[in-house]
């Protein structure tokens, strides 16, 4: 840090300090087996100076893993002699809002926690690592935490990062903070029990990062297509390699600019057209109800249109990523991404959170990209009479 005084020419100010500081972004992400065998001691390592102080941990669990997984979970501390405190919760992308956020500060207040040796610990899907993060990012301004991802979309994707969040004011993660975890724990044995429209969903991501940055990932998931919805895959070398490209592409995208100082970024491919329409049918008990991944995966496809009328990918590109798509399971013909009016939102919205450009990363070629800023309404209209096609 340095502090510089300045002498300043207006007539109002008698005195000026400008302060300069860096902030140190260090985690690790594991990939790890046995998370809850007694004889692993990655939950329970001491984070105290003081080598004679109980440890104790309190532990956010996601209320559907829990039901499978609580004897193995309670098992775990109690076999390590670890005070604890378990809290399952039923959290869902419709609430992760501020009434649950406030529940999490309370549970974390009544334990008393320590502020800089009793992480929180948090095992579940992403929306609830952004919650609880969230929680742990403002609670005595900052408390450390981990993450235990049982998922595959958390896995891959809200593990890696350092963002957390709640829902707010109608809009996806509205409100939220920049705070890594100490650890992201990824324990790919616990996403056996996932329904195939969980791993479906986490697909999503996982086909958005290969098709905009790695031509090489993308073929592996064409190649494997038939076989991507079978948890059991993912422990064959070639699902462990797509995984492992998986997470190591996302953090080359994010290591160096974590908190979105450069708002120009192709992880941001899939997260234009998408938050509209997620958020949108969640609150539509008239149509289905899209998890994070698919919209992002519809998002995908409806940028992938419209570079393609763009010139930029070749038709046979185009039927690729459709075809996986519908292999997967994606919901492509759901209405949300065919109404131009919430597309349309959306890309304004998200030309807004990138300070007034839409920085658009599109497809150019599998495998690249390029950012474009004159999408106009006629592209959208465009893209949707090319999805219809593609869609049936």
């Not at 990062?161 to 829902?167: D, F, V």
């Not at 329409?277 to 496809?301: F, P, T, W, Y």
Request: charged fraction near 25%; aromatic fraction near 10%.
């Amino acid at each position: 840090m340095t502090i510089e005084t300045k002498k300043n020419s207006s007539s109002f100010v008698t005195k000026e300090w400008n302060v300069t500081g860096q902030k140190e972004v260090s985690y690790s992400v594991q990939i790890i087996t046995n998370i809850f065998n007694v004889n692993n001691k990655s939950l329970i390592k001491n984070y105290s100076t003081d080598f004679k102080k109980v440890i104790r941990r309190i532990i956010f669990v996601d209320g559907n893993f829990y039901n499978l997984y609580s004897k193995t979970i309670s098992n775990y501390f109690e076999k390590n002699k670890i005070s604890h405190k378990i809290i399952p919760l039923p959290i869902e992308e419709s609430t992760k809002n501020i009434d649950y956020l406030n529940v999490i500060l309370k549970h974390v207040d009544d334990f008393g926690l320590s502020r800089r040796d009793e992480p929180i610990i948090v095992i579940g899907g992403g929306v609830l690592t952004d919650i609880v993060g969230f929680a742990a990012s403002i609670y005595r301004r900052g408390v450390p935490y981990i993450k235990v991802a049982t998922t595959l979309l958390c896995a891959i994707d809200s593990c890696v990062g350092i963002k957390t969040s709640i829902n707010h004011f109608g809009r996806r993660s509205r409100l939220g903070t920049y705070f890594g975890p100490l650890i992201s724990y990824i324990d790919l044995s616990l996403i056996k029990s996932l329904p195939n429209d969980e791993v479906s969903s986490a697909l999503g991501e996982i086909i958005k990062i290969a098709l905009i940055k790695n031509k090489k990932l993308f073929n592996n998931i064409y190649e494997s297509s038939n076989k991507l919805l079978d948890t059991n895959f993912y422990k064959t070398n070639i699902g462990s390699k797509i995984i492992n490209e998986s997470i190591f592409d996302m953090l080359e995208e994010l290591h160096e600019n974590f908190e979105e100082k450069i708002l120009k970024r192709c992880v941001d491919f899939g997260h234009t057209f998408s938050p509209v329409i997620e958020m949108r049918s969640l609150e539509d008990g008239s149509v289905s109800s899209l998890k994070h991944g698919e919209a992002v995966c519809l998002d995908v496809l409806m940028s992938s249109c419209i570079s393609f009328n763009r010139r930029l990918l070749t038709k046979q590109e185009l039927n690729k990523i459709f075809a996986i798509s519908k292999k997967i399971n994606m919901p492509i013909n759901h209405p949300y991404i065919q109404n131009v009016d919430y597309l349309m939102e959306s890309l304004l919205d998200a030309t807004k959170h990138r300070g007034g450009s839409q920085n658009l990363p599109l497809p150019i070629k599998i495998g690249n990209y390029e950012f474009f800023n004159d999408i106009r309404l006629a592209d959208v209209e465009n893209g949707i009479k090319t999805y219809k096609k593609l869609s049936n």
